[in-house]
């Protein structure tokens, strides 16, 4: 069970670049179901969590660092989505609109990545 999580279904055996594959399929999953802000950050919560259980077991288990796990991308995509103003880039017009959601989010990203990369120095 763990190799299935930590591998996103065993996408994290996919020939071509594997972890925008599982990123791409995360926002497909998002984009279809349409969840509300608070099941977003619930999934987000759960996916995290079992994924840090799921890749520390495989990771274990190989006894190698990073093998073909993708959980982490799926988490960091809901984090991505779970940041995402929403109705940002409908209310404004002539190309603003198109810009301004993405510099918004990457207001929202960059704090976030700052305290990761403070908690992990590696990174």
Same mark, same amino acid.
């Given at each position: 069970m763990a190799r299935v999580i930590a591998t996103v279904g065993g996408l994290g055996y996919a020939p071509v670049a594997p972890g925008t594959v599982?990123?791409? /399929? %995360? *926002?497909l999953l998002v984009?279809?179901?349409?969840?509300? @802000?608070? $099941?977003l950050a619930g999934a987000t919560l759960v996916v995290t969590v079992i994924g840090i259980w799921a890749a520390g077991r495989e990771e274990a288990y190989l006894a190698l660092h990073d093998p073909a796990?993708?959980?982490?991308e799926a988490a960091g995509m809901l984090?991505? /989505? %779970? *940041?995402?103003?929403?109705?940002?880039?409908?209310?404004? @017009?002539? $190309?603003y609109?198109?810009?301004v959601d993405d510099l918004v989010v990457a207001?929202?990203?960059?704090?976030v990545l700052?305290?990761?990369?403070?908690?992990?120095?590696?990174?």
């Open positions: 599982a990123s791409l /399929l %995360v *926002a984009w279809i179901l349409e969840p509300t @802000a608070a $099941g796990c993708l959980v982490d984090v991505t /989505l %779970v *940041a995402l103003p929403r109705g940002v880039g409908g209310v404004l @017009a002539d $190309g609109g198109v810009v207001a929202y990203a960059s704090p700052q305290v990761v990369r403070g908690l992990v120095p590696h990174l």
